[in-house]
């Protein structure tokens, strides 16, 4: 993960080796966009596809994890 301090808040480039993310909640606001790849998204008891055209935003304590799709030759990737 890279992470950049940038106009009082933080950009991260996450890169999961698991093909996505397990469960989690975090303690902030999270504005995510893939940059590569695909991911069914399990929140709050919910579940949905998002694409590349696609941003997600998550409340501060919400439960969320993924799973991840892409190409063999390519690996996930997205900023948040």
Do not use: K
Request: aromatic share 8%; glycine share 8%.
């Amino acid at each position: 993960m890279q992470v950049m301090e940038w106009d009082g808040g933080q950009l991260a480039v996450v890169r999961p080796l698991s093909g996505g993310f397990p469960r989690h909640s975090h303690d902030e606001y999270v504005i995510s966009v893939n940059l590569c790849g695909l991911e069914r998204v399990r929140l709050d008891r919910t579940s949905f596809d998002v694409s590349l055209d696609e941003f997600t935003i998550y409340n501060p304590g919400q439960v969320q994890s993924c799973t991840t799709q892409v190409p063999p030759e390519m690996s996930f990737a997205a900023v948040s």
